[in-house]
């Protein structure tokens, strides 16, 4: 092909002098990043990372950092059995349930989708194995999560999969989080010679005579620069969870903020468009919960709430009414904020306000995982309490009206107490008889593994107990929002980014979450984000690796 150079994101090589030069230029430095890099490297490429933000690490420093890895090597040591019809058959229903068929050669999904998660599973146990080996990665098996839709009959090795960074300089088997998988590829590739370049923002690519990607340009405090990569570009840059523009127009309903790394804000979106790239799943994202004045607040720290822990707790809409299972996947607790009544034109749970009483707070309090129940001491700013649930309520409605800017006046219905007493009530019957009539809450086992725990006492349902009749009680608004996006271009089972016709585009490559997911709108598991993605940039800095050197270009600048 021969692209029109009329997009600001392209420039042909005469125009540019490079300023450096490796072999393969990585844009990044999340997991994905790092696993590109890393696997680069180690097939003999010299690489050069470069990376938007003041600090390495991305949404992946963040994150709780487990990585959902069917056919591991912890599960084939073990004699455990993950078989590869099951689950591809598991992972198709749940990527496209509404045309899931297990007799239909692709099991209703597209092709695409088929090959993409074929090669997931065909090659996610090795890449772990490998990079351990290298160690760039040191995992730590978490065989008690179990995945979110383990009763599902397709799912024949619920436990198992999910694995975790180990804490850097903890005790063997000590689980860490995402700083500790930083820190690890970190050194694992300053121990190969990789260098990583903080404060440069890629904004375009340089394209040569034979329409081949060749370069990037960055923008630094100092001024642009060019980095020409002889073989082949990586994008690993995140998704685009803080370009409101992009995220209002891509996303099937309102999404107040998320928790990725500030800087991810789909910057490889229109590189991609303006290299005729296939765009796929540009609704989809990787959902959760997050408090509401987290969200708005827009702080570098900020995480989304992806297991509430409590009993005597229960999430209610505006007009006092359970709505949803307040137990449920993350993922799967969003859609509920989404819900339309077409009478009222609105979103009656665009805002689900928790409520818990003093023995929840005592028994449940922490700050693990976005838990908004914070111990006396910490950050309850987000938090607002009332002697009887009639001054609560005053209390979330005066909360309300401060954010009436961001949420277009929502409130609370004027017999918001009156419904909540009876939903209090009901709710209450279900928890003294342990069965939840309405959302089956406790149910399903990660439910209860969310829970974290039961009280004493409580033998009948874990995740249920009754609110107290008198105060005080506790409130805060939940919202819905994004850990990231997962749209973007279509990449092959390579990472080799694709045109609308389906060829590929010589010299680019694009991996995680600015990339198109293959698991649609679904939320496979918990580290069914960084499962597919670490392993998908092993296979991408591989073949990257492999490719031929391109035109030399303009000349490296002294």
Known sequence: MTYQLFSPELCREVEVNFSNEADVVVVGSGAG???????????????????????????????????????????????RADPKADAMRHMAKLTRPASYDPDKPHLGLTQWEFEMIEAFFDNAGDAIEELSTWGA???????????YYAEMPENKAP????????????QPDQVGDGSDMIDTFAAAAGSLGIEWRTDHAVSKVVVNADDEIIGVIAKTSDGEVAVRARRAVVFASGGFTHNVELRTNSLPGPVFGGCAALT????????????GADLVNMNGSWLAPMVLDRAISNRADATCSFSIPGDSMIFVNRFGRRVVNEKAPYQDL????????????????????????????QHHSGDKYGNPMIPDGGDQSHIVSGTTLEKLSDAVRDRLN??????????LDADFTDTLLATIERYNTFAASGVDEDFHRGEAAIERYFNMGGRPGNDRNETMWPIASSGPYYATL????????????????????????????PGLYAVGNCAGAMSAGSYWAGGATLGPIITMAWLAGRDAARQPVRSPGAAIAA
């Open 33 to 79: 990043a790092f696993t590109a890099a890393i696997t680069a490297s180690k097939h003999g490429a010299s690489v050069i990372m470069l990376e938007k933000a003041q600090r390495i690490g991305g949404t992946t420093r963040k994150a709780a950092a487990a990585y959902w890895v069917p056919d591991n090597h912890f599960m084939r040591r073990q004699g």
């Open 159 to 170: 436990y198992g999969r999910i694995i975790y960074p180990h804490l850097r300089g903890g």
């Open 402 to 411: 401060l954010y009436a800017a961001h949420t277009g006046g929502w409130n």
């Open 264 to 275: 991810n804000t789909g910057d490889f979106i229109p590189i991609a468009q303006a290299l």
């Open 334 to 361: 969003v859609t509920a904020f989404w819900t339309w009544e077409s009478q009222r034109a609105e979103y009656p749970n665009l805002i689900l306000v928790m409520i818990w009483d003093e023995s929840t707070k």
């Open 137 to 147: 990665l040191e995992p730590v098996s978490w065989e008690i999560q179990p995945d």
């Open 478 to 505: 939940l919202c819905p929002a994004t850990l990231d996006t997962k749209g973007g271009p279509r990449a092959n089972a390579h990472g080799q980014v694709l045109t609308r016709a389906g060829d590929t585009i």
